[in-house]
C-alpha cells in the first residue's frame, strides 16, 4: 500500500473550517484513502473514504486532487470535540497492508 | 449491537507470562484484525484475518500468536510477555478485506508487562 505524509500538528479556530491534507504520491490505481480520527486513547474511529471522486458525509469532506497523489479532509465547522488525531491512509486490495502512520493531532481552540 | 468488544480492558504482566486478548463482533464482519499502539505513535498491524478460517501476518507479528474461532470472534495470544509488549491493543473489524471497507475498532486493551 502507498505511504502517506501528513504535518504532526495543526491548529484550528472553533467554527471555522479544518482542512487537514495528506500526500500519498505513490497511490496506485487500486487504492482508497481512508480517513480515521482517535479522541484520547480510544479505539481509531471511521470518517470518510474515497477513490477518485470527492466525497461527502454527515462528518467530512474529502477532496482528492485529479492526479490522486494528496488528498484534504474538510471538516466544515469545527467544535471542540474535534479535537483528535487524524489517521489517513490508504488501502488496497491486501488486508495485510493497513498500518496507520503518526497522524495530523488537530487542536480546535475556542 | 455493541459493535467490537474487547476483553480485558487492563492488563498487567510479569515478563514471561503468557495471556490472551479476546475480541468479538457483532456487525456479521467478514474480517478481523489486531494492532498494537505504542505511546505517541500510530497504529501497526500485528495479525490479520480476512475471512473465518484464515489467518496472515501483518507488520509486526513476532511474539503474538492468533485465532479465529468463528466468524465473531478473534483472540490474540502472548505465549510469553516481554516489556517490549507494553503497549495499547486494538481489535477491529471490516465487511470485507479490502479496499472499500471501513474498519470498526473496540475501545482497546491497555497492556503492561513488568
Known amino acids: 500500500d502507498a505511504k502517506t505524509t501528513q504535518p504532526p500538528s495543526m491548529d484550528c479556530a472553533e467554527g471555522r473550517a479544518a482542512n487537514l491534507p495528506c500526500n500519498h504520491s505513490?497511490?496506485?490505481?487500486?487504492?482508497?484513502v481512508y480517513w480515521y480520527r482517535q479522541i484520547h486513547s480510544q479505539g481509531p474511529q471511521y470518517i470518510i473514504h474515497?477513490?477518485?471522486n470527492n466525497e461527502t458525509n454527515e462528518m467530512a469532506s474529502l477532496i482528492i486532487t485529479e492526479d490522486r497523489k494528496s488528498s484534504t479532509l474538510i471538516l466544515p465547522h469545527a467544535t471542540l470535540r474535534d479535537t483528535a488525531v487524524y489517521y489517513c491512509?490508504?488501502?488496497?486490495?491486501?488486508?495485510?497492508?493497513?498500518?496507520f502512520g503518526d497522524g495530523t493531532t488537530l487542536t480546535v481552540k475556542p | 449491537n455493541a459493535g467490537v468488544t474487547q476483553t480485558p480492558k487492563f492488563q498487567v504482566l510479569k515478563t514471561g507470562q503468557s495471556m490472551t486478548l479476546q475480541c468479538a463482533q457483532d456487525?456479521?464482519?467478514?474480517?478481523m484484525y489486531w494492532y498494537r499502539q505504542d505511546p505517541g505513535m500510530g497504529l501497526r498491524l500485528i495479525y490479520y484475518?480476512?475471512?473465518?478460517?484464515?489467518?496472515d501476518k501483518g507488520e509486526v507479528p513476532n511474539g503474538y500468536n492468533v485465532s479465529r474461532l468463528n466468524k465473531r470472534e478473534f483472540s490474540l495470544r502472548l505465549e510469553s510477555a516481554a516489556p517490549s509488549q507494553t503497549s495499547v491493543y486494538f481489535c477491529?473489524?471490516?465487511?470485507?478485506?479490502?479496499?472499500?471497507?471501513?474498519?470498526?475498532f473496540g475501545p482497546g486493551t491497555r497492556l503492561t508487562v513488568t
Open positions: 456487525m456479521n464482519h467478514n474480517s
Open positions: 491512509i490508504v488501502r488496497g486490495p491486501n488486508a495485510g497492508k493497513s498500518t
Open positions: 477491529a473489524s471490516s465487511e470485507a478485506p479490502g479496499q472499500g471497507s471501513e474498519q470498526y
Open positions: 474515497g477513490l477518485k
Open positions: 505513490t497511490i496506485s490505481g487500486n487504492e482508497y
Open positions: 484475518s480476512a475471512s473465518e478460517g484464515t489467518t
